[in-house]
């Protein structure tokens, strides 16, 4: 007995041994990117589909392209559950692999990099939080290193706002109107209170906060309240089974689904097809893109899917939040592209992919090159504007599908801008950050 | 044969009351002590440090204060995670309101605050006891949650709820690498322990065994019930109150009320059942177990080349650390820490066990 206990402990140390020297010599032309998953928990059945996505898009690249410039793309999985101790651990487990250590984050979770933030810039490497995360990391001259691409929550909130308003006939029309946003209680759903609460003081309308707490199974006690205060508006700011919760309670306290805004994540298959018909007429932001199949999503399958080497389902190619993670994959493959044409076609470090991911440059001729023509619209970062787009429109709710329903709106940037700046600047006073200038970055 | 105390006779009080009376015991733990201090930063890594250790160490810390109230005094808390919070954001609003302060006092004062806070939560445990007394701890809970996530003045008016700990400096000194944050925790849990350690064989610490083990005779021995529970909340809220802090500022760096959520409270009072009620040590055996267990069951199949999907790798780290709770409570109902007393007496027969 105890010699088996022992040949099964040296089998398994020297397995561990031959797994470690097997990682010292890896390939050197390769370009390592982590991927922060949820997998399991309340919140999988939006964290899956967004992975497979993201995933998928870095093997179609080596699948298809062979890489960035032959320097094919690595990645690894870590699981963290959308917990906040957890996705710090996956950070510090994958920030080192790969020749140049990790190109770019991608947590997905507003905590995660609240938690990530400081310490992305001790170690030199970019945070992409596409659509989500910190809204003052727009201000690229204080937060150096966090990219909120495609949108942050106060350009969700502005556009919810722009888009009651014209259905209601302008802007002066929303004066003694109620609208309730119902949070997800976490950073993720506190974002936008700022920013409607200063729409609320301007434009006269009445704003309900209604917070869930995590993880939003239980909701009976907030739309009670909706019941009362009957508002005019629902912002809904949901993730996870909480969306698919509170759709389920608007129809049991009889809310009209036509007056329900979810914000970008909160408009996806999941979130809807637990109610289907129900759901009908329930409306959400669509960051950019909805539930699309266009040319790329034809190679994936034919790249990826007929050949077995797919992450997911192939029927889930092209929804909503596979889209999204297919996006975010691809706007960290161009920002590596980008950065490898001015460093070399080599592995390159978190800090050059950084200059990339401030370089971004896809325009509408770069869109259809990619096969994602009319997925989104032209997007370019720089040091002063690190979301690069602030467009977005709104889809509506079948009871089958998403299709879009509105054109695309612009938030406003006059308003939105100075409030970036304010509390970017009070976030550079605390932290003591000097303030890059970005009319001398290049 | 090698853990044997025959021969070390104790020919004073002092050396009979010594905080190891067993030589061994005494080298065993200067031993840890020098290679925690000396030996691991020679070969760790900043994961090793940032991700295992120093999360590690503060919630053995936390397992210590918790294991004082429920382990030595019999007062079970399921506020701990509350706890916690009050002293990650006083530390944060003394830090933030008077930027003058030493970060030791902030420290400091932050644990006193959360002394007061858990003698005022602990006041129940001087008219009801056991499952009740959970249920009004957990009062606690609820209202810290409430109370950090909606009151924008303990968060700084910050937009979304979550605050930033500032820099760790203290006397210009900053302790902005793993390393240094690692020794900065590794000292205070040093401290802590000791501090611990030697409350528990105090009269203090007497008088908690002794409300434990029946609170009816040991008030009639005259100990009086008040001043035990009421010490026992706050000293043991002190030192969670620090370790929240540390959790905060040292390990997370920025948080919301959410890291210290109910399932805190939870895993705390699994590290102290599972490690071993009434042990300084059990608390660093049930950290570790609750931890670093999860991690290591979550990375074993890719340290094995096995290639199993990420989800199902989740799921296998779910069942498997269940399963060896239910089986570690079943070998030892007594905890980890018991385990090891066996492993001690074993060892004092070894090689020639009867």
Known sequence: MKAGWSILLAGVISVLTLQYSSQVFAQTNEQFVPVLVYRTGAYAPNGVPWANGFVDYLKLVNERDGGINGIKLTHEECEFGYATDRGVECYERLKGKGPTGASVFNPLSTGVTFALTEKVTADKIPLITMGYGRSESADGSVFKWNFPLMGTYWDAADILIQHVSKKEGGAAKLKGKKIALVYHDSPYGKEPISVLQELAKGLGFELLTLPVTHPGVEQKATWLQIRQQKPDYVFLWGWGVMNSTAIKEAIAVGYPRLQMYGVWWAGAEPDTLPAEMAAKGYNALALQHGADHTAVHKDMVKFLYDKGSGTGKKEEVGTVLYNRGMINAMLVVEAIRTAQNKYGKKSLTGEQVRWGVEHIQVDAARIKALGMEGMMQPIKTSCQDHVGAHKARIQTWDGKEWSFTSDWYESNQKFLRTMVESYASKYADEKKIERRDCSKES | ?354
């Open chain 2, 1 to 354: 044969m090698i853990y044997r105390e025959n021969g070390q006779f104790k020919t004073s009080y002092q050396a009979d009351q010594s905080l190891f009376p067993i030589l061994q015991d005494r080298i065993f733990v200067i031993l840890v002590v020098l290679a925690a201090l000396a030996v691991v930063p020679l070969f760790a890594s900043d994961y090793l440090f940032s991700a295992i250790l120093i999360p590690f160490l503060i919630l053995a810390l936390a397992a210590i204060g918790l294991n004082l109230l429920v382990g030595y005094c019999g007062q079970i808390s399921l506020g701990t995670g509350a706890f916690m919070m009050v002293g990650a954001y006083s530390a944060y609003n003394l830090a933030v309101r008077i930027p003058e302060l030493n970060l030791l006092l902030v420290f400091v004062f932050a644990g006193l605050i959360t002394t007061m806070v858990g003698m005022i939560f602990g006041t129940p445990s001087l008219r009801i006891k056991g499952m009740y007394l959970a249920v009004t701890t957990l009062a606690a809970q609820f209202f810290m949650d409430w109370l950090f996530s909606r009151v924008k003045w303990f968060t700084n008016d910050s937009p979304s709820g979550s605050v930033n700990a500032p820099e760790l400096r203290i006397f210009d000194y900053v302790f902005d690498s793993p390393m240094r944050k690692y020794y900065f925790v590794l000292l205070a849990v040093i401290l802590f322990a000791f501090v611990a350690r030697n409350l528990v064989r105090s009269s203090v610490g007497r008088s908690w065994m002794a409300i434990r083990d029946m609170d009816v005779a040991a008030e009639i021995i005259g100990i009086r019930p008040v001043y035990a529970k009421l010490s026992a909340f706050a000293v043991s809220s002190f030192i969670v109150g620090i370790s929240g802090a540390l959790w905060g500022f040292v390990h997370l760096g920025s948080w919301e009320p959410l890291a210290f959520d109910i399932n805190r409270s939870f895993s705390l009072i699994f590290m102290v059942i599972i490690g071993g009620l009434g042990s300084i040590l059990g608390s660093f055996f049930g950290a570790a177990f609750i931890v670093i267990l999860p991690i290591f069951l979550n990375r074993l199949p890719v340290m094995l080349g096995v290639p199993i999907s990420t989800a199902t790798v989740s799921h296998l780290e779910f069942m498997t650390f269940g399963a060896l709770i239910v089986f570690f409570l079943i070998v030892e109902p007594h905890g980890l820490a018991r385990l090891w007393g066996i492993a001690k007496e074993k060892l004092r027969l070894w090689p020639f066990p009867h």
